[in-house]
């Protein structure tokens, strides 16, 4: 099993990116998947999530409105598009998957908002 994250980086506040997360080795439309961060120093925290058929989405209320997770079940692949970006969203951010009883984590990415 694999969720490889990719797409984090450096950005100004205000700026956009989007994260990927690339899985193998399970049953990717049967999963739900999710987004979770962890600044320096503070809990992990869960950011959304977004059902195996894309039906159902749930968003942190810190990012609702700013952020939107997605999926290519295609690709094996959910997505992690964040605009408006702002220095308090900087974190590393994590892949989860869920298919009980089983679940996985990605390594992570690096996401830092600063000018």
């Known amino acids: 099993v694999q969720l490889v994250e990719s797409g984090g980086g450096l950005v100004q506040p205000g700026g956009s990116l989007r994260l990927s997360c690339a899985a193998s080795?399970?049953?990717?439309?049967?999963?739900?998947m999710s987004w979770y961060r962890q600044a320096p120093g503070k809990e992990r925290e869960l950011v959304a999530s977004?059902?195996?058929?894309?039906?159902?989405?749930y968003y942190a209320d810190s990012v609702s409105g700013r952020f939107t997770i997605s999926r290519d079940n295609a690709k094996n692949t959910v997505y992690l598009q964040m605009n408006s970006l702002k220095p308090e969203d900087t974190a590393a951010y994590y892949c989860?998957?869920?298919?009980?009883?089983?679940?996985?984590w990605g390594q992570g990415t690096q996401v830092t908002v600063s000018s």
């Open positions: 977004i059902t195996g058929s894309s039906a159902g989405t």
């Open positions: 080795g399970f049953t990717f439309s049967s999963s739900g």
């Open positions: 989860y998957a869920e298919r009980y009883p089983r679940t996985y």
